[in-house]
């Protein structure tokens, strides 16, 4: 299998990093690696002077997984759902139902808490685009003024469907702060690596904070009554901005997939050759 670790952390529509996806779903992210270790470098470049005004254009580098609060006590229901999640955390490989270990995407916004090691900003008229290193997704935010839509995955026949990133809304609070508001997130996506899950119904909030020229924090805002007792902030994390880029890819590969699932559902299984 490919290193995890190889090659850079930046993304670029059109370029990502690749490697073992299996090895990052499925063990304890490192105390240090290659995007922290960049991170850490591009922090010591100090603040670049002040941010431009209503602007997140660029690359940015983040950990390979934030620091995650803890999350309030569930509903029943989400009891529920906790329960028939059997994460690769407190489960064997092969007994783990981990949706991202057969290649499902991530979703969202799970997509902003793990493998987060590089996102970008592309900004047009009427909406921004949001590209992630991990398996080349990007997700639209509409800043055209529109609503959010209302009840999705709903029986009407006008109630739209639940979408893997969800439907989302951003707009500028003051000169330095983009906030997105996301409904509709597919009920198959994890919150995170531990299995939490969430309901059609959840609600949540993106707060972009340019700090300075090379510092955006980044504020994410769960609100699920249908899962959760109370609206709590699920991470807070900092992103370093970019100079120059260097482009590999990272992506699921269902055949590298399976080989890695296969050899540890079952460590006496021979391993093919090499590619």
Not at 212 to 232: A, C, G, M, R, S
């Amino acid at each position: 299998m490919r290193n995890l670790h190889k090659g850079c952390i930046v993304i670029l529509a059109g370029a990502l990093l690749v490697s073992s996806p299996a090895f990052a779903q499925t063990t304890p992210p490192p105390k240090r690696g290659v995007s922290e270790t960049l991170y850490d470098r591009l922090a010591n470049t100090g603040s670049g002077g002040a941010a431009p005004r209503r602007d997140l254009t660029g690359f940015w580098a983040g950990l390979v997984e934030p620091k995650l609060n803890e999350v309030p006590p569930m509903t029943p229901w989400g009891q529920e759902q906790f329960r028939l999640h059997k994460s690769t955390w407190n489960s064997s490989v092969a007994e783990s139902n981990d949706p991202s270990s057969g290649c499902d995407p991530l979703g969202f916004p799970r997509n902003m808490l793990f493998m987060t090691r590089g996102i970008a900003f592309a900004q047009m008229p009427g909406r921004l685009l949001e590209l992630f290193l991990y398996n080349k997704v990007w997700r639209e935010v509409w800043t055209d003024g529109r609503q959010l839509p209302k009840n999705v995955g709903g029986n009407s026949a006008d109630a739209p469907d639940p979408r893997w990133y969800g439907y989302s809304v951003g707009r500028w609070e003051g000169d330095y702060t983009f906030v997105v508001d996301t409904v509709g997130s597919d009920e198959r996506s994890w919150l995170d690596n531990y299995g939490h899950p969430h309901s059609v119904d959840m609600r949540v909030q993106e707060r972009y904070t340019r700090v300075d020229h090379n510092t955006l924090e980044v504020t994410i805002t769960i609100d699920d009554p249908k899962t959760y007792t109370k609206p709590f902030v699920m991470t807070k994390s900092n992103y370093r901005w970019i100079p120059q880029q260097e482009f590999e890819e990272q992506i699921c590969v269902p055949s590298e997939e399976s080989e890695y699932l296969k050899i540890m559902g079952d460590p006496t299984a021979p391993a093919s050759p090499s590619k």
